[in-house]
């Protein structure tokens, strides 16, 4: 049992920390919880107290650990359990952030923050379903709650819902027209509803309620570029780097970022890649212009393209993300390049710029033989990891009873999925590369031996653009925002033709078109 004096100095304390808190000296109530939980780490009410007040800031993470040590002497203290549910949520843990708030909701079930602590944790974990019935009971329990409605409305959006989910996001302003958050998801759910300019007015009023809003301005960018607004779209897109999305935290380089204003000549500049690997296949191609302008181009790329980019034109140097860098003076993120060489339109620099290595072309050109009939190469699915990934995938079976007999049928992928391996059973005429794939440079060796490649929208359609090859791309009526919105042909690769779904989900307009070119090709 702890000395009464300790346990009457510990009352003191804690009573000064909430007088410091009660006055808006934050800081100083941090300083005093932390000073006690030194002496008395395993105090509930020090735990407790700092606990939350470290959430309250944000400082998930340091959070936890307190929060963990009070609920571990109190199981039942419904409030520790919910922050804590945050805390796991915050730090990508949602298994644990569901668990801390079913916890929570046994003790509590009428707490509208636990509701949606779950429900956003069942939407991570992709229990959509759960996840909505799990955010309706918390905007139940809090009608006149704008966030709530929010909540609501992205989960019905993600499920297809659209109409519905602006329903509740316009009701949700109805109550606070002022809600940032609620424009923002506003704009998004405007541009699933194919309405892109009113999303871009919904983004402009986020941002002009919020000046400091990323989500907004990135969000908005995406939209421009997806109408063909380049110049205002790359302005918009910058803001990338300050969302709280680790794919887009900036690299800590104590060189600083080239903003397009120091003279190149005689420096060395870092070119880094970014997010997938079409991306960086992609921006790849301004390198020469960087070049151009006198610098010694070092590029760092994922270790599966270093091979492939061996060559490019313009780069000295190649190195795989993961391994020491070379001395240079200054960086950039590839897609930032249109922006800050001043050349946002994507025709100034177009393809061919990537050759498949010599030694690599020679090998696959000996391991496919003499041809017999046109080459077409097929892509049918891209990482199953990627947000739109149900979207632009197709399957075989899908592709497969559009293919006509008289052409030579290759898959160019690298990963062949489960639901696919039967229907390539059936097709004996496809030869399955998969195995014999190892990086990028052996796909754009394959690649470039096709006479047509048939692709959704993945990497090594990249590849096939940046090769020049004549291209067949298939995309959801919803695309990448690179392949704007119309047009058949597309300004980044002119050798490729898009064939585009006229209704989100359905292939067959796309894929009749594309069989009445391949009974072309397979005719002459």
Same mark, same amino acid.
């Given at each position: 049992?702890?000395?009464?004096?300790?346990e009457?100095q510990?009352?003191?304390?804690? %009573?000064?920390?909430?007088q410091a808190?009660?006055?808006?000296?934050?800081?100083?109530c941090? $300083?005093i919880?932390?000073?006690l939980?030194?002496?008395?780490? $395993?105090?509930?009410?020090?735990?407790?107290?700092?606990?939350?007040?470290?959430?309250?800031? %944000?400082?998930?993470q340091?959070?936890?650990e307190? !929060?963990e040590?009070?609920?571990?002497?109190?199981?039942?203290?419904?409030?520790?359990l919910?922050v804590?549910?945050? /805390?796991?949520?915050a730090?990508?843990?949602?298994?644990?952030?569901?668990?801390?708030?079913?916890?929570s !909701?046994? !003790?509590?079930a009428g707490?509208?923050?636990?509701?949606?602590?779950?429900?956003?944790?069942?939407?991570?974990?992709?229990?959509?379903?759960?996840?909505?019935?799990?955010l309706?009971a918390?905007q139940?329990?809090?009608?006149r709650?704008?966030?709530?409605?929010?909540?609501?409305?992205?989960v019905?959006?993600d499920?297809?819902r659209h109409?519905e989910?602006?329903?509740?996001?316009?009701?949700?302003?109805?109550?606070?027209?002022?809600?940032?958050?609620?424009e923002?998801?506003l704009?998004n759910?405007?541009?699933?509803?194919?309405?892109?300019? *009113?999303?871009v007015?919904?983004?402009?009023?986020a941002?002009a309620l *919020?000046?400091?809003?990323?989500?907004?301005?990135?969000?908005?960018?995406i /939209?421009r570029?997806?109408l063909g607004?380049f110049?205002?779209g790359?302005?918009?897109?910058?803001?990338r780097?300050?969302r709280?999305?680790?794919?887009?935290?900036?690299r800590?380089?104590?060189q600083?970022?080239?903003?397009?204003?120091?003279?190149?000549?005689?420096r060395?500049?870092?070119?880094? %890649?970014?997010?997938?690997?079409?991306? /960086?296949?992609?921006?790849?191609?301004?390198?020469?212009e960087?070049?151009?302008?006198?610098?010694?181009v070092?590029?760092?790329?994922?270790?599966?393209?270093?091979?492939?980019f061996?060559?490019?034109?313009?780069?000295?140097?190649?190195v795989?993300?993961?391994?020491?860098?070379?001395?240079?003076?200054?960086?950039?993120?590839?897609?930032?390049?249109?922006?800050?060489l001043?050349?946002?339109e994507p025709?100034a620099?177009?393809?061919?710029?990537?050759? @498949?290595?010599a030694?690599?072309l020679?090998?696959?050109?000996e391991r496919?033989?003499?041809k017999?009939?046109?080459?077409?190469?097929?892509?049918?699915?891209?990482?199953?990891?990627?947000?739109n990934?149900?979207n632009?995938?197709l399957g075989?079976?899908?592709?497969s009873?559009?293919?006509? @007999?008289? !052409?030579?049928?290759?898959?160019?992928q690298?990963?062949v999925?489960d639901?696919d391996?039967?229907?390539?059973?059936?097709?004996?005429?496809v030869?399955?590369?998969?195995e @014999?794939l190892?990086?990028?440079?052996?796909t754009?060796?394959?690649t470039?031996l096709m006479?047509?490649?048939v692709?959704?929208?993945?990497?090594v359609?990249?590849?096939?653009?940046?090769l020049s090859r004549?291209?067949?791309?298939?995309?959801?009526?919803?695309?990448?925002w690179r392949?704007g919105?119309?047009?058949?042909?597309?300004?980044?690769y002119?050798g490729?033709?898009l064939?585009r779904?006229?209704?989100? %989900?359905d292939?067959?307009d796309?894929?009749?078109?594309?069989?009445?070119?391949?009974?072309?090709?397979?005719?002459?």
């Amino acid at each position: 049992m702890q000395d009464p004096a300790v346990e009457a100095q510990i009352a003191e304390l804690l %009573g000064l920390a909430r007088q410091a808190y009660d006055a808006g000296r934050v800081a100083d109530c941090e $300083t005093i919880l932390v000073g006690l939980r030194a002496i008395a780490s $395993t105090n509930l009410e020090v735990n407790r107290q700092l606990g939350i007040l470290l959430a309250g800031r %944000g400082a998930f993470q340091a959070a936890r650990e307190p !929060l963990e040590d009070a609920v571990q002497a109190d199981p039942n203290d419904d409030v520790a359990l919910f922050v804590l549910s945050a /805390c796991a949520f915050a730090a990508g843990d949602y298994q644990a952030a569901l668990a801390y708030a079913d916890r929570s !909701l046994r !003790l509590n079930a009428g707490s509208a923050d636990a509701h949606g602590n779950r429900g956003n944790a069942l939407l991570r974990l992709g229990r959509l379903d759960e996840a909505l019935d799990a955010l309706i009971a918390a905007q139940a329990l809090s009608p006149r709650d704008p966030a709530m409605l929010v909540n609501v409305a992205n989960v019905l959006s993600d499920l297809g819902r659209h109409a519905e989910a602006l329903e509740h996001l316009e009701r949700a302003l109805a109550l606070d027209p002022r809600l940032a958050t609620a424009e923002l998801n506003l704009g998004n759910v405007l541009q699933r509803l194919d309405r892109y300019e *009113d999303a871009v007015a919904a983004y402009s009023r986020a941002v002009a309620l *919020d000046p400091d809003f990323a989500d907004a301005y990135a969000n908005r960018g995406i /939209c421009r570029l997806l109408l063909g607004d380049f110049a205002a779209g790359w302005r918009d897109y910058e803001w990338r780097w300050r969302r709280d999305v680790a794919a887009f935290r900036p690299r800590g380089f104590s060189q600083p970022l080239w903003r397009g204003e120091e003279d190149l000549a005689d420096r060395t500049i870092l070119l880094h %890649g970014e997010q997938g690997f079409g991306d /960086c296949i992609q921006f790849a191609r301004y390198a020469r212009e960087v070049a151009r302008r006198g610098a010694t181009v070092i590029l760092e790329v994922e270790p599966a393209l270093a091979a492939l980019f061996a060559d490019l034109p313009g780069v000295t140097q190649v190195v795989r993300r993961g391994d020491p860098l070379p001395p240079f003076d200054l960086h950039i993120p590839l897609m930032s390049l249109p922006l800050v060489l001043g050349q946002p339109e994507p025709s100034a620099y177009p393809a061919p710029y990537l050759a @498949a290595p010599a030694d690599r072309l020679a090998a696959w050109t000996e391991r496919l033989g003499p041809k017999t009939a046109p080459r077409v190469g097929l892509v049918v699915s891209g990482r199953p990891t990627h947000g739109n990934d149900r979207n632009r995938s197709l399957g075989f079976a899908a592709l497969s009873p559009h293919l006509p @007999a008289g !052409l030579g049928y290759h898959l160019l992928q690298r990963e062949v999925r489960d639901r696919d391996r039967d229907a390539l059973a059936a097709r004996p005429d496809v030869r399955v590369w998969a195995e @014999a794939l190892g990086d990028f440079a052996d796909t754009a060796a394959l690649t470039q031996l096709m006479d047509l490649v048939v692709s959704v929208d993945t990497s090594v359609a990249h590849v096939a653009g940046a090769l020049s090859r004549p291209t067949a791309l298939l995309l959801p009526a919803q695309p990448d925002w690179r392949w704007g919105l119309h047009a058949t042909d597309t300004p980044w690769y002119p050798g490729m033709r898009l064939y585009r779904q006229t209704r989100l %989900g359905d292939w067959d307009d796309p894929l009749r078109a594309l069989a009445a070119d391949l009974a072309a090709l397979a005719g002459a």
